[in-house]
């Protein structure tokens, strides 16, 4: 089995700060490219944010400048530190990774379970 645990949603000011972390467990042999996904209600799921395993990244254009991802690829972890965060940046945030267990099988799809970041006074 494989486990994507989501933490550091919550409740923050406009203007403020939060980092997200997704840690990855279980049955694993490689991590390629981890993402950040983000669902809005009402709205269809959107992509955030990705990095691959050698640490290339790309950004949504709402959030270039803003959000910073990252991942320890040690610690099987990605990051994603959220700047000057506005009241669109509200939404349930996803991880996503691209995971193969073993040396000869096909990577698959993971996602987490998701982490509520709302952006408020």
């Known amino acids: 089995q494989v486990q994507l645990v989501e933490s550091g949603g919550g409740l923050v000011q406009p203007g403020g700060s939060l980092r997200l972390s997704c840690a990855a467990s279980g049955s694993i042999f490689r991590i390629n490219a981890m993402a950040w996904y983000r669902q809005a209600p009402g709205k269809e799921r959107e992509l955030v944010a990705s990095?691959?395993?050698?640490?290339?990244?790309r950004y949504a254009d709402s959030v270039k400048g803003r959000f910073t991802i990252s991942r320890d690829n040690a610690k099987k972890t990605a990051y994603l530190r959220m700047n000057s965060l506005k009241p669109e940046d509200t939404a349930v945030y996803y991880c996503?990774?691209?995971?193969?267990?073993?040396?000869?099988?096909?990577?698959?799809?993971?996602w987490g379970q998701g982490t509520q970041v709302t952006v408020s006074s």
């Open positions: 990095i691959t395993s050698g640490g290339s990244t």
């Open positions: 996503n990774a691209d995971i193969a267990r073993s040396w000869n099988s096909g990577a698959a799809d993971y």
